[in-house]
């Protein structure tokens, strides 16, 4: 299984970026994906889920009306729109697909987000 993580970079606050994810090496169909993420010095945290056929999505709170997750099961790909990012949004993002069957799950090696002036 290989998971790339891209899109991630430096932003200023108020600022959007759109970080994506691609995976293979797994019925990318099947698995629920999730973004997740760890600020320097934190515990990595679960940012937002989507389902496998993409009818279903949750969010951590702090990122609710700002963060969308989305998915194109086409292209075996996981997509984190962010607006309106502030420091706080700073972090190593990770994606995770997880098998809802069986829970065996991987990560990706991340993509740093920086917000700053």
């Known amino acids: 299984v290989h998971i790339v993580e891209a899109g991630g970079g430096l932003v200023q606050p108020g600022g959007s970026l759109r970080l994506s994810c691609a995976a293979s090496?797994?019925?990318?169909?099947?698995?629920?994906m999730r973004w997740h993420r760890q600020r320097l010095g934190k515990e990595r945290e679960l940012v937002a889920t989507?389902?496998?056929?993409?009818?279903?999505?949750t969010y951590k709170d702090s990122v609710k009306g700002r963060f969308t997750i989305s998915r194109d099961n086409t292209k075996n790909t996981v997509y984190l729109q962010m607006n309106s990012l502030n420091p706080e949004d700073t972090a190593v993002y990770y994606c995770?697909?997880?098998?809802?069957?069986?829970?065996?799950?991987?990560w990706g090696q991340g993509t740093q987000v920086t917000v700053s002036s």
């Open positions: 090496g797994l019925t990318f169909s099947s698995y629920v």
């Open positions: 995770n697909p997880i098998n809802p069957i069986n829970g065996r799950n991987y």
């Open positions: 989507i389902t496998s056929a993409g009818g279903l999505t």
